[in-house]
């Protein structure tokens, strides 16, 4: 079938959390030493890990991990419980990072997003974004101009539900106007972007990487579908 639209996911796919050297500059442990650089590596991992959750939590927190992207309040609550647990006993220091995590000019691009929005955009093809995700990502796009290349964004804390949740993946082919047959998935979760091919949708997995070291995955993706 011939691919009409392409849905990308975000985190991990189109866009990246990447911390500077500011992040965890100031970040102490329990002891008041700064993070050594191992457990500033771990603390990133935690952040950002798209479905696994990586320490142990009480029942009320395990709820709230399972719920997060549907509750910007339970989002916070988990990410502030899983800093807490990972080394970051201050509330204060917690919160701050927790800001970045949820401020959309924090994260990075991949060095082929721009491209390959424009390049499906000028070939008619319809774009759309879905993220399970509890804060707002629009602004990441539009401060860089890309949002001209994306006809809709469908975001689980405004919709109610959460991929691999066939209903999600509806709402945005209905918004795109595209059966989904002819509609391409990529993301970089198996789990939760792969839902799409229960619809009947094509599926791109792409890998999570550094943005340095992920220079052009999303146009091989594109490519490998005969989409570009």
Not at 20 to 46: K, N, S, Y
Not at 129 to 137: E, G, K, P, R, T
Request: overall charge negative; charged content about 30%.
């Amino acid at each position: 079938m011939t691919i009409q639209a392409v849905m990308f996911d975000f985190s991990g796919t189109l866009f990246r959390l990447e911390q500077d050297d500011t992040w965890l500059a100031d970040l102490t442990d329990h002891g008041g030493d700064p993070l050594d650089i191992e457990a500033q590596a771990e603390l990133m991992r935690r952040m950002t890990a798209p479905t696994t959750l990586l320490v142990d939590l009480d029942e009320e927190h395990r709820h709230a991990w399972e719920h997060r992207d549907l509750d910007p309040a339970l989002h916070s609550k988990v990410y502030l419980e899983v800093l807490r647990r990972s080394g970051v006993p201050r509330a204060e220091q917690a919160k701050a990072l927790y800001s970045r995590l949820v401020d959309p000019a924090e994260w990075t691009p991949y060095p082929d997003t721009e491209a390959v929005l424009k390049a499906a955009a000028g070939k008619g093809l319809r774009v759309g974004v879905l993220s399970n995700i509890a804060f707002d990502i629009r602004p990441a796009f539009t401060e860089r101009g890309l949002d001209a290349y994306v006809d809709d964004f469908v975001l689980s804390f405004e919709e109610g539900a959460i991929k691999p949740d066939p209903a999600l993946f509806r709402v945005l082919l209905d918004r795109l106007d595209v059966a989904p047959e002819h509609a391409l998935m990529v993301g970089d979760s198996e789990e939760a972007d792969g839902g799409a091919r229960a619809l009947g949708c094509a599926f791109a997995l792409v890998e999570p990487l550094p943005t340095a070291e992920r220079t052009d995955g999303l146009l091989t993706a594109l490519r490998e579908h005969s989409v570009l």
